[in-house]
């Protein structure tokens, strides 16, 4: 294991996370091995924060090196719990001054060291997108499927989390593969699970900084014909009580729409906001899937549509518009007086009916006040 500059010893760091997985062994970054030329030693030398050295072996398993034999004795040792985070600083000869952050401190940052995998690449076959740490099975079936399919790019593997699942999904693509391997336009583009034919549009939206989302698809096409259409459909990253869930229930239930209701939550920009008024912000998913075709075809201005709002049991309407871009809609020009005249105020709940057969478009506004949705 040959060492490194002086300069670089000082900055030659990797961050581990410790669950489960690594309580009784623990793998060494594949970018750490590699700039050692994949020469790392049967043994390695763990300093800890006492001045203690812990000899530990390493093995290896699945082209991963691990560190296995002493590992245990070091976590017990040093009191290492599930959630601890451990910085390991390289000081050469093959010895690292490792240092503990329990799960009640400030975890380390990226900018704490030159963790190249932060984003862990982790080989020329697959990438893997945000800070996990696979099991040794995981990783040995994304081989095995490697093996398998042959892939003529890399393949994206993605740990599911709660916020990729739940309504107002959105799975962030990782900057440098979306990059590499993804169009440079937002669009719509087809998702496939292995040996179905059943196709999944979705929505591609590429971010300022050059990365992407995948969420909903935006648009229409064939193949989503057959799935079904939720009752109703919230912003971006909303969601709602369980209180206020069983009273949009019950008022979307009641409206019977053929179309999803649209279920907007007031707040300070969209009630009271100063100098240039009130705004409501419309999910673009909501407009591209519903209204975008039908509405802004021949109209002046494309990124523009006319709406017409109308409150539940009232004759009065409200002339707005409806202006959006690939990655924000908002209702305008009207809203203002239609939030005073109603008397909306915040955490008061809004839902727009698409009334059919109608031109200009026309919504049918349902407002469900703050007081009716206490738990």
């Given amino acids: ?35 050692f030329g994949g020469k790392i030693p049967g043994t390695v030398k763990l300093e800890a924060a006492n001045g203690n050295i812990y000899d530990v072996g390493v093995t290896e398993s699945m082209n991963r090196k691990i560190l296995q034999s002493g590992w245990s004795a070091f976590v017990d040792a040093n009191k290492i719990e599930e959630n601890y985070s451990l910085m390991f600083r390289y000081l050469g000869n093959s010895r690292f001054k490792v240092t503990i952050f329990d799960s009640n401190e400030k975890n380390p940052s990226a900018d704490d060291s030159l963790e190249l995998d932060d984003l862990q690449m982790l080989s020329k076959d697959y990438v893997l997108s945000g800070r996990c740490d696979l099991t040794v099975e995981q990783e040995g079936k994304i081989h095995a499927l490697i093996v398998e399919i042959q892939p003529k790019i890399p393949m994206l593997v993605v740990l599911m989390k709660k916020t990729n699942v739940e309504p107002c999904n959105v799975l962030v693509i990782r900057k440098d593969y979306a990059l590499a391997c993804f169009p440079r336009e937002s669009q719509t583009i087809t998702l496939q699970v292995a040996r179905k034919s059943k196709d999944w549009p979705c929505n591609l939206r590429i971010r300022r900084d050059g990365g992407c989302n995948l969420g909903e698809d935006h648009g229409s096409s064939d193949n989503s014909k057959g799935a079904s259409k939720p009752p109703f459909m919230l912003p971006d990253r909303t969601l709602l009580t369980q209180a206020r869930e069983k009273k949009v229930l019950e008022k979307v239930s009641a409206i019977e729409s053929e179309l999803p209701i649209y279920v907007a939550v007031m707040n300070k920009t969209s009630v009271c906001r100063r100098y240039r008024g009130p705004y409501l912000s419309f999910a673009v998913r909501y407009v ?69 057969n109608e031109e200009p478009l026309k919504m049918m506004v349902y407002i469900i006040r703050r007081e009716k949705c206490l738990a």
């Avoid at 040959?2 to 670089?8: A, D, G, I």
């Avoid at 760091?13 to 091995?33: A, C, D, K, Q």
């Avoid at 709002?309 to 209702?331: A, F, M, P």
């Fill in 1 to 35: 294991m040959s060492n490194p500059c002086e300069c670089c010893q000082t900055k030659l760091r990797f961050i581990r996370l410790i669950n489960g997985n690594f309580m009784h062994s623990m793998v060494i970054p594949e970018w750490f091995v590699k700039y």
């Fill in 288 to 356: 591209s899937r519903y209204l975008e075709k039908k509405y802004a075809a021949g109209h002046r201005a494309k990124s523009v549509i006319s709406l017409v709002l109308q409150r539940e049991g009232k004759s009065r309407t409200w002339d707005t518009e409806l202006r959006y871009s690939s990655d924000r809609t908002v209702i305008s020009k009207g809203w203002a007086s239609f939030a005073r005249i109603n008397s909306l105020r915040e955490d008061d709940l809004c839902l727009f009916e698409v009334m059919e």
